[in-house]
């Protein structure tokens, strides 16, 4: 509630851009991803688009260590390619992280560079993606939520 009195913890490390669909913004996902970059470069010095809400932020790739880009099930939104596209012709070095997930929950896997396999998502299809993604976790959260009495999700 008092948020603007919390003390600013001092930043270290190399300046990490985090590319991620805005699905994932401000999810229990997106604080497990931070964590996770931060171990990987030992660095808390991360720029968290969600931060910024829907405002653009691609103009600090420049200013970019490294570039981290978030892979969901196999697919980059348009906005996380567009940023990638940038990063990589500005020769940036890029790491891209895989979310998937399995019975037991959320699971990621480091890749170096940008995997082929990986499918890259028109706006449109982000759309379409973004839509059957939010309904399900939706759907998966009244079922557990209203029947079972649970509030835990997925993502």
Same mark, same amino acid.
């Not at 669909?21 to 991803?33: A, M, Q, R």
């Not at 260590?65 to 906005?79: H, M």
């Not at 996380?80 to 019975?103: C, F, H, N, S």
């Not at 959320?106 to 995997?115: A, H, I, K, L, S």
């Given at each position: 509630?008092m948020?603007?009195?919390?003390?600013?913890?001092?930043?270290y490390?190399?300046?990490?851009?985090?590319? @991620?669909?805005?699905?994932?913004?401000?999810?229990?996902?997106?604080?497990?991803?931070? !964590?996770?970059?931060?171990?990987?470069?030992n660095?808390?010095?991360?720029?968290?688009?969600? +931060?910024?809400?829907?405002?653009?932020?691609?103009?600090?790739?420049?200013?970019? +260590?490294?570039? #981290?880009?978030?892979?969901?099930?196999?697919?980059?939104t348009?906005?996380?390619? !567009?940023?990638?596209?940038?990063?990589? @012709?500005?020769?940036?070095?890029?790491?891209?992280?895989?979310? +998937?997930?399995?019975?037991?929950? #959320?699971?990621? &896997?480091?890749?170096?560079?940008v995997?082929?396999?990986?499918?890259?998502? &028109?706006?449109? @299809?982000?759309?379409?993606?973004?839509?059957?993604?939010?309904?399900?976790?939706?759907?998966?959260?009244?079922?557990?939520?209203?029947?079972?009495?649970? !509030?835990? !999700? @997925?993502?």
């Amino acid at each position: 509630m008092m948020g603007f009195l919390k003390r600013r913890k001092k930043k270290y490390g190399p300046f990490i851009y985090l590319s @991620e669909p805005t699905l994932l913004y401000h999810t229990k996902t997106e604080k497990g991803i931070v !964590r996770a970059v931060e171990e990987k470069f030992n660095s808390n010095n991360i720029l968290v688009p969600s +931060d910024y809400g829907l405002k653009d932020t691609s103009p600090k790739i420049k200013d970019a +260590d490294y570039f #981290v880009a978030i892979a969901v099930l196999g697919k980059f939104t348009s906005l996380v390619g !567009r940023e990638i596209k940038i990063a990589q @012709e500005l020769g940036k070095p890029i790491y891209t992280m895989l979310l +998937d997930k399995d019975v037991e929950g #959320v699971f990621y &896997t480091w890749v170096e560079g940008v995997p082929e396999d990986v499918e890259w998502l &028109t706006p449109e @299809e982000t759309q379409a993606f973004t839509h059957k993604f939010v309904h399900e976790e939706y759907m998966a959260y009244l079922k557990t939520g209203l029947i079972l009495g649970s !509030r835990k !999700r @997925e993502w």
